[in-house]
């Protein structure tokens, strides 16, 4: 899609349906035939966005281990962010914003998911929404490090060291996950 490939490059605030009919090959009233407004194209961008991202996401995770399958997912979303800052950027804003996404929805889902696993398997150390909270906190602050990087939100803004991203989720993961089982209550 080519608006997808516009706001990968240029990010949403200079965004503009212009430069998407340049790349698509097509005409404006064509576009706005299709997509009702330069928003409703952007929307669909943005949904189609998350839906590789909800499919990266379901490819990464390899591992049968709950917890290790949780430390995949945590991987896979910042280096989705690392990868795709602006596309990232534009994504949050949106979900922040309050739109009703329902791949962002299925990949919130999915964490619950990985969670309820390592509950099950008796390794969760928290009440299960505060881990889900950490395991995405944690992630979304990684993320935003590569995307305050990559739009130099300060001078003195670099990509983060490898160390300090593994850093991030393993005190995220040590918190989240007793190291061993716990015996369950009856």
Known sequence: MAALKVLEMQGETTFSTRSVCALANVTAPTLYHHFGSADGLLSAAIAEAFEQFLTAKKAAIQSLDPVTALAEGWDDYVRFAAER??????????????????????????????????????????????????????????????????????????????????????????????????????
């Open 85 to 186: 800052p602006r596309l990232y950027a534009a994504m949050l804003a949106r979900v922040l914003q309050g739109a009703k996404i329902p791949a962002a929805a299925h990949s919130y889902a999915l964490l619950l998911q990985k969670i309820d696993a390592i509950s099950a398997a008796g390794r969760l150390a928290l009440p299960k929404a505060a881990a889900a909270q950490l395991a995405w906190g944690s992630a979304s602050a990684a993320a935003l490090l590569y995307v305050s990087a990559s739009m130099q939100v300060a001078a003195q803004m670099r990509t983060p060291a490898p160390a300090i991203i593994a850093g991030l989720r393993d005190r995220a993961m040590q918190l989240i996950c007793s190291p061993t089982q716990r015996k369950k209550r009856p």
